[in-house]
């Protein structure tokens, strides 16, 4: 089973609104991933967990607060966002190989911000 | 100069026809190479994986790898409408917490019945 889940599928949220993404996996992966995707662009790397610890941030604002409960599940909590944070949310994972891995992603997240 | 270099298309296609697509890259630390296919409001689905120089065949689907040219191919043999998507490359250097993907910008492909 290869599967990712993310929930919800859609979401529309105001700019003073707080919500939550959420991702799960159950392939026994160690690294998890969130990417976001803006149309006809390719997805771009926003957090990396490995072992559930934050190994990779990449700048992003800090209106986006990522979480790992567990070695399973991955949170992404969205506090005032803008309406150009509009986009597809993908959550991904791997089993860390040094590299040598293969990232599976999940159907995403698709955000409006009014 | 971005690191990984793809023809965005669109490229339009009679059923039945080879398709291929293409990638370069500039960064000699990449050394695993993937394919993937995303439809239209779907997430990427993995098609292929390689890190060695060569051919890779996975039914109608077959990806090439050549590292001394810094060039990666994907040929789909018999073409069906289904394969109508965006058309990902993806590669990464060794790292040792998870895996930094660089994509392509992704080629859109058609194929017309």
């Not at chain 1, 997805?43 to 800090?62: R, T």
């Amino acid at each position: 089973d290869t599967e990712v889940t993310q929930t919800p599928k859609h979401l529309v949220m105001g700019m003073t609104n707080k919500k939550s993404l959420k991702c799960e996996q159950h392939m026994g992966h160690r690294a998890m991933y969130w990417y976001k995707q803006k149309a006809k662009k390719p997805p771009e790397l926003m957090f990396v967990y490995s072992y559930e610890k934050l190994s990779i941030n990449e700048s992003v604002p800090s209106r986006f607060s990522p979480e790992c409960p567990n070695s399973s599940l991955l949170n992404l909590h969205l506090h005032a966002l803008q309406p150009e944070d509009s986009a597809l949310y993908l959550c991904a994972s791997s089993q860390p190989r040094e590299g040598r891995e293969t990232q599976y992603f999940g159907p995403g997240t698709r955000l409006l911000v009014l | 100069q971005k690191e990984v270099e793809q023809d965005p298309g669109p490229l339009s296609v009679p059923e039945g026809a080879i398709v291929s697509l293409n990638c370069t890259y500039s960064n000699s630390a990449f050394q695993y190479f993937m394919w993937y296919r995303q439809y239209s409001r779907k997430g990427p689905e993995l098609l292929m994986y390689t890190y060695s120089s060569g051919n890779k065949e996975d039914g109608r689907f077959t990806a090439q790898v050549d590292k001394s040219s810094k060039y990666i191919s994907l040929f789909i043999r018999d073409s069906q409408p289904s394969d109508s998507a965006t058309y990902l490359c993806a590669m990464s250097a060794k790292e040792t917490s998870g895996s930094r993907l660089t994509f392509g910008e992704g080629t859109q492909l058609t194929v017309n019945p």
